[in-house]
T-cell receptor
Framework: KAGVTQTPRYLIKTRGQQVTLSCSPI?????VSWYQQTPGQGLQFLFE???????NKGNFPGRFSGRQFSNSRSEMNVSTLELGDSALYLC?????????FGQGTRLTVV | GENVEQHPSTLSVQEGDSAVIKCTYS??????FPWYKQELGKGPQLIID?????GEKKDQRIAVTLNKTAKHFSLHITETQPEDSAVYFC?????????FGTGTRLKVLA
């Protein structure tokens, strides 16, 4: 069974640009969550989707958005990038309580 | 607000010794507590978990204990090996999200 796949693995963007990250969950998993990981703030919850509906959202500005498609794949978008958005963005898929993470997308904003 | 405190932030042990990492959570409604291991350049890997109706769970060299009254849970690794060196995160499950501890960097010295 394939694990959680995140693309791309690495991204370098310029301040003010926007970026879209993709996550393919484990087959059969309908819940997808996104987390931002930084050395200073640790793992911070962004949002969670289940069957194309956002069920919970963390304390991030509106520049951070996401969506989920009917095949459970999910994307997150960050608009008007800031230097502080540089981080590892992690996606997790779950079927019950257990969540399994992908390798993450390393975003660097310059 | 909801938070999880994790101690220590760094831990060095000799190969073969035991390691203990402790977490305290604040949300009384939490009923699921996973532990993750994160190696350099990789996403967090679920290594063990415990639910609130259980006080202890063991899987080979790894065990987790939960004291729901005190809102404490701990990870115990026995007979540590160099490959156990990584960052370990505890988490408590909230409403459609996890709240993570700040991580413990474990170094197993050969």
């Amino acid at each position: 069974k394939a694990g959680v796949t995140q693309t791309p693995r690495y991204l370098i963007k310029t301040r003010g640009q926007q970026v879209t990250l993709s996550c393919s969950p484990i087959s059969g998993h309908r819940s997808v969550s996104w987390y931002q990981q930084t050395p200073g703030q640790g793992l911070q919850f962004l949002f969670e989707y289940f069957s194309e509906t956002q069920r919970n959202k963390g304390n991030f500005p509106g520049r951070f958005s996401g969506r989920q498609f009917s095949n459970s794949r999910s994307e997150m978008n960050v608009s008007t990038l800031e230097l502080g958005d540089s981080a590892l963005y992690l996606c997790a898929s779950s079927q019950d309580s257990e969540a399994f993470f992908g390798q993450g997308t390393r975003l660097t904003v310059v | 607000g909801e938070n999880v405190e994790q101690h220590p932030s760094t831990l060095s042990v000799q190969e073969g010794d035991s390691a203990v990492i402790k977490c305290t959570y604040s949300d009384s409604a939490s009923n699921y507590f996973p532990w993750y291991k994160q190696e350099l350049g990789k996403g967090p890997q679920l290594i063990i978990d415990i639910r609130s109706n259980v006080g202890e769970k063991k899987d080979q060299r790894i065990a987790v204990t939960l004291n729901k009254t005190a809102k404490h849970f701990s990870l115990h690794i026995t007979e540590t090996q160099p490959e156990d060196s990584a960052v370990y995160f505890c988490a408590s499950a909230g409403t459609y999200k996890y709240i993570f501890g700040t991580g413990t960097r474990l170094k197993v010295l050969a």
